[in-house]
């Protein structure tokens, strides 16, 4: 199973993205689903997160700027990042709590980063 991720890209201040992961395999069940960032310099944290049943919990700074969207039957997230900021900049990196069909236990894993670049 890998995370497939698409998106991203370079847009002014103010400007939207989109970013999208799709868990791609052979899925059982999928837990959370979303996406941490490392920001140039900086550790990398988590900006959203979703669980199955639909809670969904954002950073404090992309409140009211990024929503989350899920798609159970797909086994995908997007990101939509709407008046974006320099501060923005970061690689994303999707990421998942998943079982493989035929697995024992659940996995974490990463899906490779997709740069978003904000230009002030």
């Given amino acids: 199973v890998q ?4 998106g991203g890209g370079s847009v002014q ?4 993205l989109k970013i999208s992961c799709a868990a791609v395999g052979s899925v059982l ?3 959370t689903m979303g ?4 920001r140039p310099g900086k550790g990398r944290e988590r900006v ?4 199955h049943d639909g809670q969904i919990d954002l950073l404090d700074s992309v409140r009211g700027r990024f929503t989350l969207s899920r798609d159970n039957a797909r086994n ?5 990042m709407d008046t974006l ?6 690689v994303y990196y999707c990421n998942s709590n ?23």
């Fill in 48 to 51: 959203a997160m979703s669980t």
């Fill in 35 to 38: 996406w941490y960032r490392q």
């Fill in 13 to 16: 201040a103010g400007g939207s």
């Fill in 3 to 6: 995370l497939q991720a698409s």
């Fill in 98 to 120: 998943l079982r493989q069909n035929g697995g024992s236990h659940w996995e974490n894993i990463w899906g490779q980063g997709t740069l978003v670049t904000v230009s002030s």
């Fill in 85 to 90: 900021k320099p501060e923005d900049t970061a």
């Fill in 76 to 80: 995908t997230v997007e990101l939509m």
């Fill in 29 to 31: 069940a999928v837990h």
